[in-house]
Structure formats: C-alpha cells, structure tokens
C-alpha cells in the first residue's frame, strides 16, 4: 500500500462544481502540503500545513480551499471549479532524517 | 518557481551522459534534491546532496554543486532510455515563522534516444 494516497486519481467535473481531493498518509509525518503540476510550470504550492492546528496558504491559494481534519488526512476543495484549474494535483509529506518529500500518484482533475 | 530555475528539456543518445543543471536563490537550505517524476507517476526523490559538499556521487548518478553561484547540477553517466523523465531540482526555502517549505523548479524533460 501507497504511503501517500490521493482520491480520486481522476476527476471531470463541469465549471461551478463543488470539488474535493482527499489525501491520506501513513507515515506520520507532521508536515502536509498541496501541489499543482501544469506543463512547462512545474509544481506550485498551494497550500501547506506542519500541524493540524497550523495552515498556511502556497504561492497560488486563490481558488482553493483545505481542512486538515487528522494528521493522517489533508484534503484540498475547489469551491466553484473553473477550467483553468484543470490539472494534476499532488499531495506531499515532509519528513525523515533530510527532510525529502513523500508524494501521492496525483489527481487528474479536468474542469469543463 | 522562479526561486529555483532549469531548463526546460534535454535531448541525449542512449548511453551518453546528460546533465541536467539548476540555479536557485534561498541560500539557508540544508539539503538540496533531486527528484525524478516518471511518466502517469508522482514525484519521488532521486539523490540529495547536503549544503557543506561539493560533490556526491551515488552509482551513475553525480551532483554538483557551487554554494557561490547557488548552482546544482545532476549529472547521468551511461544514459539509459528507462532515465526519460521529468527531473525536478528543489530547495527548501525559509517560510514566514521560520519553517521551511520546499520550491521546485519547472522540471527539465529528459528525452534519451535509442
């Protein structure tokens, strides 16, 4: 079993939709975070969270939204989905003696 | 992000060596990485090197790295068709409250010919 687990790992879904990403992790790591991959672009952060109680907004917050309900568990909502938020969406942990990031598959996510 | 910076593809004939470079700008990081994201998968991480070394080799893997010129690069000897990719360079950048949070680069797309 993944260490990261993201669902769905596809999603299409129309403009105005209520969206929501779920990432699980059994590493037990404290340090949660949201990226987004978009060609030529590479990986941008859009939010992260070093503990429940602790959430911080990425370089590209606006748009989303996320609820850091257990260690374990971080997901990432789009309120009202527009098309330029189609793209692959990743979850990532922060953990271990130098620090490396654990990713998740990533989610597909296409707004029409 | 513009904090750490690669080019953006790279071509090269199997068996050859490719090299894949990165420039970035937060000084404060302990680590510098590398990760590989192979086709429909995450990221994952390929080799690190820590900030008080020159070099570190890891089998056909080589990183570089120039603290003056804040320039990283990851060299492959022996390119293999399995090495096409996308290779992230990343480094941890001091955050408001003194976290650090980890900025990438755009990703250099390695293209190796048979």
């Known amino acids: 079993d993944a260490d990261v687990t993201q669902t769905p790992r596809n999603r299409i879904t129309k403009t105005g939709k209520r969206i929501m990403l779920e990432c699980s992790q059994t590493k037990g790591h404290d340090r949660m975070y949201w990226y987004r991959q978009d060609p030529g672009l590479g990986l941008r952060l859009i939010y992260y969270?070093?503990?429940?109680?602790?959430?911080n907004k990425g370089e590209i917050s606006d748009g989303y939204s996320v609820s850091r309900q257990a260690q374990a568990k971080f997901s990432l909502s789009l309120e009202s989905a527009i098309p330029n938020q189609t793209a692959l969406y990743f979850c990532a942990t922060r953990g271990g003696t130098i620090g490396e990031l654990f990713f998740g598959e990533g989610s597909r996510l296409t707004v029409l | 992000g513009e904090d750490v910076e690669q080019s953006l593809f790279l071509s090269v004939r199997e068996g050859d060596s490719s090299v894949i470079n990165c420039t970035y700008t937060?000084?404060?990081?302990?680590?510098l990485y590398w990760y590989k994201q192979e086709p429909g998968a995450g990221l994952q991480l390929l080799t690190y090197?820590?900030?008080?070394?020159d070099m570190k080799q890891d089998q056909r893997l080589t990183v570089l790295l120039n603290k003056k010129d804040k320039h990283l690069s990851l060299r492959i000897a022996d390119t293999q068709t399995g090495d096409s990719a996308i290779y992230f360079c990343a480094s941890p950048k001091r955050a408001a409250g003194g976290y650090q949070k980890v900025t990438f680069g755009i990703g250099t797309k390695l293209q190796v010919i048979p």
């Open positions: 090197i820590f900030s008080n070394m």
């Open positions: 937060d000084s404060s990081s302990t680590y």
């Open positions: 969270s070093f503990d429940v109680k602790d959430i």
